[in-house]
Nanobody, 115 residues
Framework: QVQLVESRGGLVQPGGSLRLSCAAS????????MAWYRQAPGKQRELVAE???????NYADSVKDRFTISRDKAKNTMYLQMNSLKPEDTAVYYC?????????WGQGTQVTVSS
């Protein structure tokens, strides 16, 4: 079992920045894949960014060049640095980890981008 705990999101003005963190209850060395997903009201959950065990990253086109996913293995924590935020980034953001064939999710954290 793995517990994933996201940091609190919040309200950010358009153009602003926010960093989310996801703390894992066990070593992230054991994780094949970690990712951030988001779900806006009335929409399906979508992949925002992922980081594979070897360190390679992938981003949704909508967040490329604005968001950065990273991890600190010493702290068992994954991050999502979000810059140049737009109203359309408003969603509940979820941390995800995959170990073998098991998927684990955080509880989600609300990010609202509004003036």
């Amino acid at each position: 079992q793995v517990q994933l705990v996201e940091s609190r999101g919040g309200l950010v003005q358009p153009g602003g920045s926010l960093r989310l963190s996801c703390a894992a209850s066990r070593s992230i060395f054991s994780m094949d894949d970690m990712a951030w997903y988001r779900q806006a009201p009335g929409k399906q959950r979508e992949l925002v960014a992922e980081i594979i065990s070897g360190g390679s990253t992938n981003y949704a086109d909508s967040v490329k060049d604005r968001f950065t996913i990273s991890r600190d293995k010493a702290k068992n924590t994954m991050y999502l640095q979000m810059n140049s935020l737009k109203p359309e980034d408003t969603a509940v953001y979820y941390c995800h980890a995959k170990i073998k064939f098991m998927n684990y999710w955080g509880q989600g954290t609300q990010v609202t981008v509004s003036s």
